[in-house]
Nanobody, 125 residues
Framework: QVQLVQFGGGLVQAGGSLRLSCAAS????????MGWFRQAPGTEREFVAA????????YYADPVKGRFTISRDNAKTTAFLEMNSLKPEDTAVYYC??????????????????WGQGTQVTVSS
């Protein structure tokens, strides 16, 4: 059974930092693309970042470039999203996702097969 279990999140002041984790189990994800998305109330799910487990492919949405960093552990079972210089507009529920998809579909949530449970990130001004 494939599982993506998320950890982290919470409440932080603007300018602060948070780290989200996504632990993957149930299969080998080496050929999968891992993505992070977020969804604020009343909005569609928005692409944040994506990477391949090999580390060769990394993508970031423009609003988070230079502030967010995606990475993984050496065992290739846990993905991380390090978020720095957080802004109130970063407030959302954040989801990790995995999919064996084309790299040119990295920002399309409908292409991802597996999803974490979501975690709330709230940035106060």
């Amino acid at each position: 059974q494939v599982q993506l279990v998320q950890f982290g999140g919470g409440l932080v002041q603007a300018g602060g930092s948070l780290r989200l984790s996504c632990a993957a189990s149930g299969r080998t994800f080496s050929r999968y693309l891992m993505g992070w998305f977020r969804q604020a109330p009343g909005t569609e799910r928005e692409f944040v970042a994506a990477f391949s487990w090999s580390g060769v492919i990394r993508y970031y949405a423009d609003p988070v470039k230079g502030r967010f960093t995606i990475s993984r552990d050496n065992a290739k079972t846990t993905a991380f999203l390090e978020m720095n210089s957080l802004k109130p507009e970063d407030t959302a529920v954040y989801y990790c996702a995995a999919g064996r998809i084309r790299s040119d579909s990295y920002n399309d949530p409908s292409k991802y097969n597996y999803w974490g449970q979501g975690t709330q990130v709230t940035v106060s001004s």
